[in-house]
Each structure stands twice: as structure tokens, then as C-alpha cells.
């Protein structure tokens, strides 16, 4: 549920402290405070712009919250959810804990789209959406990005307060999005790692927004998550609170991630559903250690895409070797080739609604390997 770009140590742990607390000093004027009236698309630079929006938006330790967007084709939209980690205890939520499992600020590099490659390179030019009007939901809550409540956690020294308000931040961000593009005909809704967790989620709100754009969503790399702890999970970090009547029926001891998609499915037929995963990638198996599962990976996304597949029409599928954690912030998107087909190609044509095949790595063994590993 966290980004490759960070890697969480002691090192980082401590950084992430500080960085909240600088971040604390520099900006306590701004929490919770109404924002000046946000900048219009119309009116931005070309390139990235940060946006604040103020209100009651917030990172997990009370630091504000920032958005970006870059301005491109009215007519294609691109909406991503940056990963981030996860916390769900006081040891794990606590910044005095080493390593801290979830990234607590959004002012830093992993929440930057400027730092970042993939699709987020505009001088490649095989991306394919580089011209497209982009918004990066920073993540820094620790609750997937669906998140509804403030939960004050004990982590034996003291008690930590953490606003998972993953839902209210996303929501200032579609809010500027509805103002600003008003008729795409074609949106792309992806997330990496807790973002990919809550695409699904998201889409349906935007298939509602946008009645005559085709709407495609990819989950990249967070399709291994298949454990009985989840639910406790979703629980208590508020996803049943005001949530959606299309939810309806997935809260519960048995709630897994995949009824998201699911139960999104049902809710818009016209959502094109896709995941990435790298068969044994190593940060979701770590969180799910964190959770108590010691199964390697690939079995448990074998799982979850053959349940995804039955239920709904036109799921599809790209399971690349090795153990990288996410595809779509980094070259190898540009690099990987899994069965003859280019990890690039696949996500173009399913972003332009284009017909793409299930991709798999295939056996076990071949699974072990990276694309273009020796």
C-alpha cells in the first residue's frame, strides 16, 4: 500500500517527523482555514500547479493538504491516486515508530508529480498521456484514500490522534475537477498501491459527473490483498461512514477490497476495469505480514483476479514477475513486455477504450523474474 519511491527506514521515519513538524510551523495559518478562491484550469501556466483547498482537508498529523494539476486535452481527463502506505494501530501510526509504514505529509517528493516518471513523464514520447489534463490526488492519511474519521490510537507512550480524511481530501480534489472540466470524452481514474485500492471507489462518482465520457480505471499494484484482517481495516477507518448507497452490503466481517470493484461494477456497467501487479511484489507482501498473512503473493492475485473475472464483464488483467512494487510513476512501464505484449501499449489502448488482453507472467517460476531480467 506504499510507493516504491519511499522507502520506509529509521531514517526516513525520523525525516518524516521532522518534515511534519516543519510542515506544522509553516503552514498552521492554513488548516482548516476556508482557501482564497481556487485557481481555474483556464488560468494555470502550463506544467504543474499546487493547489491548497484549506477547509477541513488535512494529513494524517494535521499538516495541510495539497493537490496538483497540469493543464491538456479538454476532451481527456486523467485522475490519479498516489499511494502511500497505511495505518491502522499506535505503533504504526506513531512518527516516533521505526519505520513508519505510511507517508504522513503531502508537501514532499513522493507526493510530487514533478518527481516522478511514467505517465508523469511529458518529455517521453511514449506516454501515452502526456497531453491529457492530469490531477495527482496526493495521499498522506493513511487510510487508502477512503478514510471518514479521526481515530486517536495508543501506541503505549502516548495517545496519537490521526485524521484519516482520505475521503474529504479526494473530495476537494474532484470538487476543483467537476468546476474546471466540464465535458471529457474520454477519463482515465488510476491509482498506485492505496490509491489503486480506491479507483473503483472514485470512478463510480466521476462515471456519474461525466454521463457521456467512457471511463476506464486501472488498480496498479494492489490486487494481493486478500486477508480476513482487511475488514477490521475498512471498519475503522470510517468506510461505512456516509458512504454510498452503492456500497450497500459490503461492510462486515468478510468486507475485502475486491467488492470494491465488484460492487462497482454493478453500480456503473459503463466502468472498463483493470489491474497491474508484479507477482511478488514486495510492499504488499510486507503489509501483508503487517496483517498477519505469511502466503507469498502471486497466488493470492492469481485469487483475486480469477473471483474479479467472474463477476465482472470485460475485467482485465496484467501480471508481470518480480518483486517492484507499482507500475505507472516509473520507466519501467516503458520497459516491460510480458508475453509479447508492452506494458505501454496495454495502458494506452485501456485508457482510449480500446479492446487489451489478459496478460500474465504465467507459471510460477516465470513469475520469479522481472521483465527483461536475465
Known amino acids: 500500500m506504499t510507493a516504491e519511491t519511499t522507502k520506509f527506514t529509521p531514517a526516513l521515519a525520523l525525516g518524516f517527523a ?24 483556464a488560468a494555470l501556466e502550463p506544467g504543474w500547479t499546487t493547489i491548497a483547498p484549506g477547509g477541513e482537508t488535512a494529513c494524517a498529523h494535521g499538516t495541510p493538504y495539497e493537490f496538483h494539476v497540469k ?20 505503533a504504526l501510526c506513531s512518527l516516533d515508530e521505526e519505520p ?36 495527482f490526488v496526493s495521499y498522506c492519511t493513511g487510510d487508502v484514500h477512503l478514510g471518514n474519521r479521526d481515530v486517536t490510537y495508543d501506541d503505549g507512550k502516548e495517545e496519537i490522534t490521526v485524521r484519516h480524511r482520505g475521503r474529504r481530501n479526494v473530495r476537494a480534489a474532484l470538487d476543483w475537477v467537476y468546476a474546471n472540466v466540464k465535458a471529457p470524452e474520454r477519463v482515465l481514474v488510476a491509482g498506485s498501491s492505496a490509491g ?13 459527473e461525466y454521463p ?21 481495516l475498512m471498519e475503522g477507518w470510517g468506510f461505512w461512514d456516509d458512504a454510498p448507497s452503492w ?55 492469481a485469487a483475486n483476479r480469477a473471483d474479479l473475472a467472474a463477476a465482472i464483464p470485460g475485467f482485465r488483467s496484467y501480471t508481470a514477475g518480480g518483486t517492484p512494487h507499482t507500475l505507472i510513476r516509473f520507466d519501467r512501464l516503458y520497459t516491460y513486455e510480458v508475453d ?16 487489451v488482453a489478459n496478460v500474465t507472467c504465467g507459471a510460477a517460476a516465470a513469475c520469479e523474474r522481472e521483465p527483461g531480467a536475465e
Open 212 to 232: 457521456k465520457a467512457g471511463i476506464a480505471v486501472l488498480g496498479d499494484g494492489a490486487g494481493g490483498y486478500r486477508d480476513p484482517a482487511v475488514a477490521p
Open 100 to 135: 513508519t509504514p505510511y507517508v504522513p505529509v503531502s508537501r514532499i517528493e513522493h507526493n510530487d508529480p514533478r518527481r516522478l516518471k511514467g505517465v508523469f513523464d511529458a518529455g517521453n514520447a511514449d506516454n501515452p498521456l502526456a497531453d491529457w489534463t492530469q490531477v
Open 196 to 208: 489503486g485500492i480506491a479507483a473503483p471507489w472514485y470512478a463510480v462518482e466521476v462515471a456519474a
Open 340 to 355: 509479447g505484449v508492452r506494458a505501454v501499449d496495454w495502458l494506452r489502448d485501456m485508457a482510449e477504450g480500446r479492446a
Open 18 to 41: 521532522a518534515m511534519a513538524a516543519v510542515a506544522w510551523g509553516a503552514f498552521t495559518t492554513m488548516r482548516g482555514a476556508p482557501a482564497e478562491p481556487l485557481p481555474a484550469l
Open 247 to 301: 456500497t450497500n452490503g459490503i461492510e462486515g466481517d468478510g468486507a475485502r477490497f475486491e467488492d470494491i470493484w465488484r460492487k462497482a461494477a454493478e453500480a456503473e456497467p459503463r466502468l472498463t476495469l483493470a489491474q497491474f501487479d508484479n507477482a511478488y511484489d514486495e510492499v504488499q507482501e510486507m503489509f501483508l505480514k503487517l496483517l498477519g498473512t505469511e502466503a507469498r503473493l502471486h497466488p493470492l492475485v
Open 71 to 90: 493543464p491538456g486535452r479538454a476532451d481527456r481527463l486523467f485522475v490519479f491516486l498516489n499511494g502511500g502506505g497505511a495505518c491502522w494501530t499506535g
